[in-house]
């Protein structure tokens, strides 16, 4: 079993900076890749960036690519910086993590939330414009 706890969410301005913090406690050894989702009140769950532990490889949704940065600390937390927000990614953050996700699943149906077998409780971002 892996635990997250996610941290970091408030509310902030249109143009400002959030660091999202989710650490992974338990049989950590098992998760070859973490990630972060959002969803937003009446809208999907959406993939928002991953990162494969073991190398550090990331992708990124489209809407945030050049905005947001998944970090790993080398141990055992995973961080999401986020810059230049915008009322758009209001939404409840998940962090999550995943025993075996394949880079080929990956590629070919993006970020899936039933890859991920471990889920954080959610932390809200705000932006007000």
């Known amino acids: 079993q892996v635990q997250l706890v996610e941290s970091g969410g408030g509310s902030v301005q249109a143009g400002g900076s959030l660091r999202l913090a989710c650490q992974a406690s338990?049989?950590?050894?098992?998760?070859?890749?973490m990630g972060w989702f959002r969803q937003a009140p009446g809208l999907e769950r959406e993939g928002v960036a991953v990162?494969?532990?073991?190398?550090?490889?990331t992708s990124y949704a489209d809407s945030v690519k050049g905005r947001f940065t998944i970090a790993h600390d080398g141990k055992n937390t995973v961080y999401l910086h986020m810059r230049s927000l915008n009322a758009e990614d209001t939404a409840m953050y998940y962090c999550?993590?995943?025993?075996?996700?394949?880079?080929?699943?990956?590629?070919?149906?993006?970020?899936?939330?039933?890859?991920?077998?471990?889920w954080g409780q959610g932390t809200q971002v705000t932006v007000s414009s």
């Open positions: 999550a993590a995943a025993e075996g996700l394949s880079r080929w699943s990956l590629l070919e149906r993006g970020m899936v939330g039933s890859d991920f077998g471990y």
């Open positions: 338990g049989n950590i050894d098992s998760v070859n890749a």
């Open positions: 990162m494969f532990i073991g190398d550090g490889a």
